[in-house]
């Protein structure tokens, strides 16, 4: 289920809920049919007796045989020594330097974070999917969950059970692996680069660019195949303009400093002196009075990895601190400015950026220039980091151990992996690219898969349109259908690229509760739900006495 920060907490929530609500349809009217077909009326009174129980099953659980489910289950993985990926992890680290090698001297603590968080994740994912996969196929192999499901034990409270167990022992070795991760990038990490070791806290505006003329315009691009920056033009009226919105004097305790962190970058039409940075100037103005404060000139810092080693802690050559207090010229008249009275106008502060050399070229994108609130402990964004990763491990053994009620062990594992690839390729690469063939009016553009294959069985050429008939009004209805399935599974098929926080970690920000956190709790959640549905009636029509 994606999580679009845009859409308000309780849109996502109706959303999750229509859709399952929906899927319970479809597999009730199902399992109705498949009922009424197989055994006529009586068939069909079965199967509504069972939805019956299911209800009653699912909801009147008992906390005391889920707990002593789930602590069988713990014993039995320790058994099947599941503990030992904590020694493999040791020794990892204790051989660290050759997988990390030489780290560029701008950002050497970036190194050691990535290497601490993909290794908990690489290794305790494989080890999730296994537990979770052959835990139960192997008890009923062994018979040994016969002496568990002959006692007064509802079968929904056997999947709470072993879903609890195998994520106490992940939790177990999770927490094992990261304390020891943390101590080892806090002991690895060079003296000169702990400043590192913050979690920032970025507030982003809206930015828009005006060109000489005052208005709107998409900048100039030099040619760059990314097209990740716009540019303006230096030496003219052309500017970038931040909008900041929800700027507090109490957010800034202790009379803080507001600072400003930038990532722009130059572009150059003629070489010049090479040794002297292109220049911009920064405007502060209030969105209501235009009263109008320059900073002063910064440089590009084109050059970043001639870092200077004087720089104070926690500080980086892109930071641009305003004092609460401004002094500023206008005219031949030096003025003061207080930032939060006069500049700052119900929380809303507007920040310009020109470009100062003629000539020359200032690229500029949304993210590359925030306000930098207070900094929070590396240990607030390396815990995050983990519980996000803790989330991605705990959904992983829900499928898992759902996968394992209606599978055996080797394809229970195939499906839960094949899942989880999937659902990375489905929303990242075939929705996108399926969405490219429709237009703004829902209408099919270059035809879809059944046009193709219509195409295909008659011979008929790409580029001859299909007669206005009704075979055209059905293959384009059935397109537009196939898409609609196509884009409903990247709602039902999870994507753990969304619990990966370690770009944030390693990059120096803090976790975002709103884009990460809060979306990975929400993912886990929702599927938490069905999957347990799932696994129920899986457990239920199972033959616990096939080998």
């Not at 289920?1 to 479809?26: E, K």
């Not at 603590?109 to 290794?119: H, L, Q």
């Amino acid at each position: 289920m994606p999580f679009d920060t845009n859409h308000p907490l309780l849109n996502v929530i109706l959303q999750w809920a229509l859709i399952l609500c929906v899927i319970s349809v479809i597999g009730t009217f199902v399992g109705g049919v498949s009922s009424l077909m197989g055994g006529g009326k009586r068939g069909l009174s079965e199967f509504f007796g069972v939805i019956g129980r299911a209800l009653s099953d699912l909801i009147l659980v008992s906390p005391q045989r889920i707990f002593a489910l789930a602590t069988l289950t713990t014993r039995e993985s320790v058994r099947r020594k599941a503990l030992w990926i904590g020694a493999v992890f040791l020794v990892l680290f204790m051989f660290a330097g050759w997988f990390i090698g030489d780290s560029d001297d701008t950002t050497p603590a970036k190194a050691y974070i990535s290497f601490v968080i993909t290794t908990i994740r690489w290794m305790l994912l494989p080890l999730a999917v296994l537990l979770s996969c052959w835990g139960l196929p192997a008890d009923i192999k062994d018979r040994s969950l016969h002496t568990v499901v002959t006692k007064p034990v509802r079968r929904s409270e056997v999947v709470l059970g072993r879903i609890a167990g195998y994520s106490f022992v992940i939790t177990a070795i999770l927490l094992v692996v990261s304390v020891v991760g943390y101590g080892w990038i806090l002991r690895v990490v060079p003296e000169r680069s702990q400043r590192q070791l913050i979690s920032r806290v970025p507030r982003f505006g809206g930015m828009k660019m005006l060109d000489q003329n005052g208005d709107l315009f998409t900048g100039v691009n030099v040619g760059d195949m990314l097209d990740l920056r716009r540019f303006i033009a230096g030496g003219t009226k052309e500017l970038a303009m931040w909008q900041f919105q929800g700027l507090k004097e109490s957010d800034f305790p202790n009379d803080q400093d507001l600072r400003l962190e930038y990532a722009f970058e130059a572009f150059r039409s003629y070489k010049g002196d090479i040794a002297t940075q292109i220049e911009f100037s920064i405007d502060l103005v209030n969105p209501e009075t235009n009263q109008r404060v320059r900073l002063g000139v910064q440089p590009v810092n084109e050059f970043s990895s001639e870092i200077a080693h004087d720089l104070k802690e926690n500080q980086t050559e892109n930071l641009i601190l305003i004092p609460r207090t401004i002094s500023y010229l206008d005219g031949e008249t030096t003025k003061t400015a207080d930032l939060f009275k006069d500049l700052v106008a119900n929380g809303n502060l507007n920040v310009e950026i020109k470009c100062l050399d003629a000539g020359q070229y200032l690229g500029v994108s949304p993210g590359d220039l925030f306000v930098r609130m207070p900094d929070r402990s590396f240990a607030v964004g390396y815990w995050k980091t983990i519980f996000t990763t803790w989330l991605m491990l705990v959904l992983i053994i829900t499928i898992g151990t759902t996968a394992s009620c209606i599978l055996k062990g080797p394809v229970a594992t195939l499906t839960t992996f094949g899942l989880l690839i999937l659902g990375v390729f489905l929303k990242n690469g075939l929705i996108m690219r399926l969405g490219k063939y429709y237009s703004d009016g829902g209408e099919v553009v270059g035809g879809g898969s059944v046009e193709a294959f219509y195409r295909l069985v008659t011979g008929l050429n790409e580029s001859t349109p299909l007669d206005e008939s009704i075979t055209k009004t059905v293959i384009e209805t059935l397109d537009s259908g196939v898409y609609a399935m196509l884009y409903l599974a990247q709602y039902v098929i999870p994507d753990i690229s969304i619990f990966d926080a370690s770009t944030y970690l390693a990059n120096g920000f803090d976790v975002p509760l709103a884009s990460c956190v809060l979306p990975s709790l929400l993912i886990t959640l929702g599927f938490f739900i069905p999957a347990y549905i799932i696994g129920y009636f899986g457990l239920q029509i199972r033959e616990l006495e096939a080998k």
